[in-house]
């Protein structure tokens, strides 16, 4: 998703890790709300096209609705290019494809996070919303995408493409999770040459797709596309030290494995464990403890000085900030290293 606004200005409380997400999602979820309840499975109105090409990807994508396209054209279009678009769906959108296979083609959303795959989906044209309120959003698939995706999701080839997909996502967390932010160049040289190999149709497009949806991206002065760990809070302050990475040695762990367990030292997840204890029972009551933790961790992770720490700390907890926590805080920074991409970052 691509960041929006300028966000350097506010207070470090206001562009942690969690706050960015949070502004995010409700962005998503006022689209969300938005979008007209058109189906391409089964409007039979032609005037429907361009109402359906105008909220899709392809018209955000290509822009004026080809010329004499109509609704059958269209279903064409997508169910045409469905196995390739599947595989390369981020790992959010699958898991909600998955449930909609499992529930015969509705699912109720559960959680928040949902909102920005659900939103996705519709703009594939794979799906439509069911919105009563915030708490009730149905998600719906109807036939014969329905049919054709889950015999798809069984299909060797596409297993076999999938479990490579996903320990790309997983290389890419990895990578943006040490430099904070990468080249998308980088990342689409990888997929291209080590995973697709030529293999998927309009593998170009759609690559690029997956990329503006799956992560948060800027770009910098000569128009090149950069990745961006969520978390990060002022991007363009460090886009001068970025450099170009070889991907690889990112993507040979197990996503079966439990990754964010993987992708930090034994130090970190120590002194995490250790802020962790130090607030419990302090954190405000409507932010989760892991929520608080891994705010902090992010902002050690951008060598921040201690009195933003200890700011954002005292935003977080219903009480005076005490010994233990300062020296839990002061633990985390010390051994947390920083992204590569900032200067004069810790290094454990």
Known sequence: MLRRGEISAFNWPDKTLSVLVRDNLEACEKRLSLLPRVNLWQESDERQTQTLWQLSYDGAEFGTLPQLTTLAQLRETVLDRMPAELVLLPMQEYDLIDNLVLGKGRYQLTDWS??????????????????QDSDHIVLEMSEPLLSLISVALDAEPHVTLRWQILQFFVGVISAINVYGMIYADDVRDYLYHHILRGNAPRAAHLVDRLLRVEYDYIYNRKGEMVLLHPGLAEPERWLGSLAHIDLQPFTQIDPSEDVPQIILSDAERGAAMRVAEALTDAVRPDIPLHTAVEDLRVLAKQAVS???????????????????????????????????????????
């Not at 909102?115 to 069911?130: G, H, I, K």
């Not at 700011?311 to 051994?335: F, K, Q």
């Open 114 to 131: 949902e909102t920005a795959p659900a939103e996705s989906l519709v703009r594939r044209l794979w799906c439509t919303v069911d919105i």
């Open 306 to 348: 201690d009195e933003v720490m200890q700011e954002v700390l005292r935003s977080l907890i219903t009480v005076r900030p005490n010994r233990e926590m300062r020296d839990a805080i002061g633990l985390l920074r010390a051994v947390t290293p920083g992204f590569a991409c900032v200067s004069d970052r810790v290094m454990n």
